[in-house]
């Protein structure tokens, strides 16, 4: 196990830039989510860090040594591919081996080191088999035994659950989130699921064209997003922006969407255009006459609860609400804001604003 | 449909015919490509063998009684046949081994990335689409010391004492063809191995890097096992092409000087078409009919027990 340091790491392909100066300490045993739209750099930074391709600037130590110029094979880190790349013409033994065989280790210890894994990932049964008579869901287990076997310094994880299916993704995150800790490895996991990240994420990286935008735990990045960026991507269904204004009233500074008040901000607040973020399931609704007045434009029932579009004022938004509330599209509702539950952003720049 | 109308059918006199006509049915189905498949390839193929059991030369008019086996017996003890077969295996396997081995390289070499790849590949393709018989006079001509470079080449290498012409030596005459025929027959190889290789998919290789392959290990542990079908396919396909291709031998040796560059397709040629000797022609195919039957066979059974093993 170890702790890898990226600093200022900067690469491009040809003239395009990919990544933009990439700096991040990922400590030893923590299990680091990379997320962000496709193109946003992250699978770059994970190939970069694996050795796969050089950056052009800038560092990057495991365990503290200096790994810019080592090939992939002198890295000691363990990858698990999207298309989890098994070597097909190898039984799942040897696939699980493989990387012992090469490093010469003494076969009694490869045949201990194949048990605990296969024991661990349930796939004692399938050990003689070749990957082409597995299930999605059994090679990605290979993929992530032949990972296992060698106690590497990191794990390195390549969006690994994209090509299953949602009950299998829901069941291989629990067990991904299990054997790390169980293991305690080092592990960076690159997604473009937010969900994946914020369930599986000690510290989620929102990466977004080449720039690291914001680095927290998932409760940070879901309450206290740094702009409007990570606000929309972290969160499903995503959090609502209405343009608004701070205005200076008779009882204190508070931010308004057209005519209605929505909440009281800070008398620190400056004055102006703002677009104000807010979490669909942190709005309460209302009889009319309390709050905000809005017209319900759609109602979207989950099973779990119900998804109710408003118009405020000409602008859409989304509640989300586990009460069943008989409302039909057309009513008119009210809708309250508890203080504290909503975001400020600046109009052009997309910054946090403090309040 | 049909079954259920018969087995109501109150008929008896026609129920014979009928289970007849339905039974029939099928092959009558399959009969007309069976027919053109007997017409275009089993006819001829027995046409052709049965004139080795024949005295048939085309400037005898006597000729064409049935001699029974006479003609493998005369074969038997023919010297020239067992020169020219000894002649087809060097040509065989060294024109099989070097194409296969510059193809494998050259194919490897143009799966790298570089500039203008794309060209590259077009070009290489290029000797392929050159008629054979064009290349043997080329090539004839190049080992021509009158109006070729070689022979000056290869004595400049320190290869030849002086600039003679490779075809006119009874000891080394047959590598004037194995190279025309090596040039000729990279690009299938280099193409064939190329495509397979292209179809290795990348991350493959990127896991077998992480887990500490190396160059070397990396082309022994993927690209041989990937390439492996392709590879048993092509070479057999190419030996047996290969052996049975005379033109280039002819176009530039006509088997000589002194029968050195005889091989049995052009010792096949020679007879049927320059001795007019169809039936001992005919005979001589028989043969060599039997012994590249007898080498597919052989490698299918290599490959089944190889299958097997894994």
Redesign the interface.
Same mark, same amino acid.
């Given at each position: 196990m170890a702790s890898i340091d990226i600093a200022a790491v900067r690469k491009s392909y040809g003239a395009t830039p990919v990544l933009r100066g990439i700096d991040l300490t990922i400590a030893n045993g923590e299990f680091v989510v990379l997320v962000g739209p496709s193109g946003c750099g992250k699978s770059t930074l994970l190939r970069l860090i %694996?050795? $796969?391709e050089l950056i052009d600037k800038g560092e990057i130590r495991i365990g503290g040594r200096r790994v810019n110029d080592l =090939? =992939?094979?002198d890295?000691d $880190? !363990?990858?698990v591919?999207q298309?989890y %790349? $098994? #070597? =097909?013409?190898m039984s799942v033994r040897d696939n699980m081996s #493989? !990387?012992l065989r $090469? *490093?010469k280790t003494p076969k009694e210890k490869i045949a201990a080191a194949l048990k605990g894994a296969s024991a661990k990932l349930g796939l004692d049964a399938l050990i003689e088999r070749k990957p082409r008579a597995l299930s999605g869901g059994q090679r990605q287990r290979v993929a992530m035994g *032949?990972a296992i076997v *060698?106690d590497p310094q990191a794990f390195l994880f390549d969006e690994p659950l994209s090509n299953l299916d949602a009950r299998l993704r829901e069941q291989m995150r629990f067990e991904i989130k299990k054997l790390h800790r169980d293991l305690g490895a080092t592990s960076v996991y690159v997604t473009h699921d937010q969900i994946e990240a914020m369930t599986m994420a000690d510290r989620i990286v929102a990466m977004n064209e080449g720039v690291i935008q914001q680095v927290g735990s998932p409760s940070d990045l879901y309450d206290n997003p740094a702009n409007l960026f990570v606000a929309g991507f972290i969160g499903s269904p995503a959090m609502n922006f209405l343009q608004a204004r701070t205005v200076a009233g008779p009882g204190g500074m508070s931010v308004t969407v057209g005519q209605a008040e929505i909440a009281k901000v800070p008398p620190a607040t400056p004055t102006g255009p703002v677009v104000l973020g807010l979490r669909p399931e942190r709005i309460t609704l209302t009889a009319p006459g309390q709050g905000a007045q809005a017209a319900v434009d759609l109602v979207e029932p989950t099973g779990l609860g119900m998804i109710v579009h408003l118009d405020l004022d000409g602008q859409q938004l989304k509640t989300f609400t586990t009460e069943r509330l008989p409302l039909k599209a057309g009513e008119r509702v009210g809708l309250m804001v508890p203080p504290g539950s909503f975001c400020l952003f600046a109009p052009g720049t997309g910054e946090r604003l403090a309040g | 449909m049909t079954t259920l109308d018969l087995s109501a059918s109150p008929a008896p006199p026609h129920a014979l015919l009928r289970r007849i006509v339905l039974k029939a049915e099928p092959y009558l189905y399959c009969f007309p490509a069976l027919f053109l498949i007997a017409a275009i390839m089993l006819v001829p193929l027995i046409v052709g063998l049965s004139y080795a059991f024949r005295d048939l030369v085309l400037l005898d008019p006597a000729s064409g009684d049935y001699i029974g086996l006479t003609h493998f017996g005369e074969i038997w003890a023919d010297a020239n046949f067992w020169n020219a077969l000894q002649n087809t295996a060097i040509w065989t396997i060294v024109c099989v081994a070097l194409q296969f081995g510059l193809g494998l390289t050259l194919a490897l070499l143009l799966n790298q990335p570089f500039r203008g790849r794309g060209l590259i590949q077009a070009l290489v393709f290029l000797p392929w689409a050159v008629p054979s018989f064009l290349s043997g006079l080329n090539w004839a001509w190049m080992f021509n010391p009158v109006i070729g470079p070689l022979p000056y080449v290869f004595q400049a290498l320190g290869l030849m004492q002086t600039p003679d012409n490779i075809l006119s030596s009874p000891d080394h005459a047959i590598w004037g063809p194995i190279i025309a025929m090596v040039w000729w027959g990279i690009p299938f190889f280099a193409i064939t191995l190329l495509a397979a290789l292209q179809s290795i998919p990348k991350d493959i290789y990127e896991a077998a890097a992480i887990d500490g392959a190396g160059a070397v290990e990396r082309f022994r542990s993927i690209t041989l096992p990937f390439l492996a079908p392709t590879m048993a396919i092509t070479v057999l396909l190419r030996t047996v092409w290969i052996a049975n291709s005379a033109d280039l031998i002819v176009v530039m040796t006509h088997g000589g000087p002194a029968d050195s560059t005889q091989i049995l397709a052009s010792y096949i040629f020679t007879q049927a078409f320059q001795r007019l000797d169809f039936g001992y022609a005919s005979a001589l195919a028989a043969v060599m009919l039997v012994l590249l039957l007898a080498y597919a066979m052989a490698l299918v059974a290599v490959r089944q027990t190889l299958l097997a093993r894994h």
């Open positions: %694996a050795g $796969l =090939p =992939p094979k890295r $880190l !363990a990858m591919f298309s %790349a $098994l #070597y =097909p013409h #493989y !990387a $090469l *490093r *032949r *060698r | -």
